[in-house]
Each structure stands twice: as C-alpha cells, then as structure tokens.
C-alpha cells in the first residue's frame, strides 16, 4: 500500500473531504521539541500505489495537526508550536502562502478542527489551556473558552450540531460545550490520567470517545454519563489519537505511543477488531477517509505516512 517519507517526525494526517485522493500530513522537526516544521499535501496515485507531494509548506516551527477547510477545497489550517494558527492556501504558491497567521494563543497550538455542519468557522486547542473559535474571515478569534485546568490537546466539532463541540485536557477532563453558552454545558472525569484526544460518533450525535495517557479508549453517551458505555484496552502506552468512522457506526480507529493502530467495534465483547504494527516510533496521527470507505491513513515519529484500505496490510506492496 502507500507509503511516503518525511524529512520530520509525523504530527497528524487528514484526507480532503474534497477529493478523495488528497491528505495533508502535518510534521515537526526533533520529535517537535525544537526546529522547523512542514505541511506536505499529498496525492494517492489512481493507478499505482504511490503517494506523491503536490506542494509543502515550511514553518519556522512544527507543525502538530492540520484540518481541511470544509467550504474551500483548497485551504487547511496549520495547529504550529509558536503558538500560531497559519492558514494556507494550496492554489497558491508557498511564496505566496501562509495566507492568513493567526497569533493569539500563547503556548503551542496542538489542535485544529473545521465546523462539518456550519462550515464557516473552526477551532484550535492548545497549551495554554484554552480552545478558540476563529472564522476564516476574521483576524482575530471570535472566542475563547478558559475552563480547563492543563492543556487542551484536542477540541471536535458535534457532527450534527453546529454550535457544540468536546475538548480534551490534561486535567482530565472531558468538557462539552455550546458556544451559545456562556461556560461548558457538561464536564465528565472520563480518566484518572490526562486526555490526549476525543471524536464525536458520526451516526449518534450523544456518543462521544476518549483517549487517555492510561492506555484506555472510553466511549461516552452524553445523555447518561456516570460510566463509560464501554472501555477499550488493547493498547500497551498512551493512546494518541481517536477517530470514528464515517461509514460504520460501531467502528473506531485510535494509535498510540505502543507504535501500533488499532480498529474497534466498540459495541461487541471483542472489540479490537484489528491492529497495525506498521510503525517503528510512536504513532501519532490516524484519520479515515469520509470519501472512500474503509480508506485508512496514519503516521507517526518514523517519519513516514501510510495509506491502507480496511483489512490490508499497510506494508504491503
């Protein structure tokens, strides 16, 4: 299957909800500790199994997640360790390009998400506790929500509802919010360790996961959330990243500092319904395609990206 090389450690992969060939690869230089990054947009052959780079980006510090742009097929916004939030525009030149930086949080920015359903605004966490509502148009955020304790590492939009979204920190917490309100409308203590990730289910707009530095994935309904729904252990270090299918309402993809990725069907006993150990160093980054079904992509700290289709082997050939 396809395979593309790095010069810098794998931050985070997301495909186009455009065109269904694309993803865009975010990277950071020393394991994203210090020195540059680069944002690769990347192309799947039709007729080989080959990932070639339409165009990189380079930043001046690494770059840990990136989101495409959901009204404009040819934007992504870049979560960078300055602090910043870049957009790009991909029609563009890199000379020409970032089009837009926005610099308003003050640690390192270490997620960004683009509203599905509204589709003109989006959201980035970040160390310094905060997450921040921002439209492409505006050169300023629109608004920020300070309640969490430690670093928010990840912020998601509700799939079907415009104005709520989840953040996940290190406080470990979980917090739901509506950003017609004025504070979290929900705060769940879905970990005794921090919250590294969180993804809302794309068929049950009140399901929820967590992903947590104490190997766990936990799958939480918002409309009774005393206790997880389900718990799942498979994973032997922290687990990094967590993503629902678009396809299936059951399945979820996390990967994890144990440099493995793992598929689950969070609804029956045996839930690890399938596990990669594609990667040599952590896996950072996990994403499915909403365009192709079952189309997987991951990357991670070996400085390459893979793309596999459910039930193939990522190396194979």
Avoid at 111 to 132: E, G, I, M, Q
Avoid at 276 to 294: I, K, P, Q, R, Y
Avoid at 300 to 317: F, I, K, N, S, T
């Amino acid at each position: 299957m396809p395979v593309f090389k790095t010069p810098f450690n794998g931050y985070s992969v997301k495909f186009s909800p455009f065109y269904e060939s694309r993803l865009a690869v975010a990277t950071a230089q020393n394991f994203g500790i210090l020195g540059n990054g680069r944002l690769h947009v990347l192309d799947l052959s039709p007729t080989s199994p080959t990932l070639s780079e339409i165009v990189a980006f380079d930043t001046a510090d690494g770059v840990y997640d990136v989101a495409w742009s959901e009204s404009h097929d040819s934007l992504l916004i870049a979560a960078v360790a300055d602090g910043s939030v870049k957009i790009y525009d991909t029609a563009l030149p890199p000379a020409a390009n970032p089009i837009r930086s926005l610099q308003e949080h003050t640690r390192e920015v270490h997620s960004a998400d683009y509203n599905p359903t509204r589709r003109d605004s989006f959201l980035t966490s970040s160390w310094d506790d905060t997450v921040k509502l921002w439209t492409v148009d505006r050169p300023t955020s629109v608004r920020t929500f300070k309640e969490h304790a430690y670093c928010v590492y990840n912020a998601a939009w509700n799939p079907r509802h415009s104005d709520v979204f989840c953040s996940a920190s290190g406080d470990c917490t979980l917090r739901i919010w509506d950003v017609r309100e004025m504070g979290s409308t929900m705060i769940i203590p879905a970990h005794e360790f921090e919250i590294l990730a969180c993804d809302w289910n794309k068929y049950d707009d009140c399901l929820l996961a967590s992903a947590s530095v104490d190997k766990s994935i936990k799958i939480w309904d918002v409309r009774s959330y005393r206790v997880p729904i389900a718990i799942l252990n498979g994973h032997g270090y922290a687990v990094r990243k967590v993503k629902f299918s678009p396809h299936r309402r059951n399945l979820l993809a996390s990967c994890s500092y144990d440099m493995s990725v793992c598929l689950w069907d969070f609804m029956v006993e045996d839930s690890l319904v399938g596990r990669h150990d594609h990667h040599t160093e952590f896996a950072v980054g996990v994403d499915m395609s909403v365009l192709v079904e079952g189309l997987l992509a991951s990357t991670g700290w070996d400085e390459l990206v893979y793309v596999w289709q459910q039930g193939m082997d990522p190396r194979a050939v």
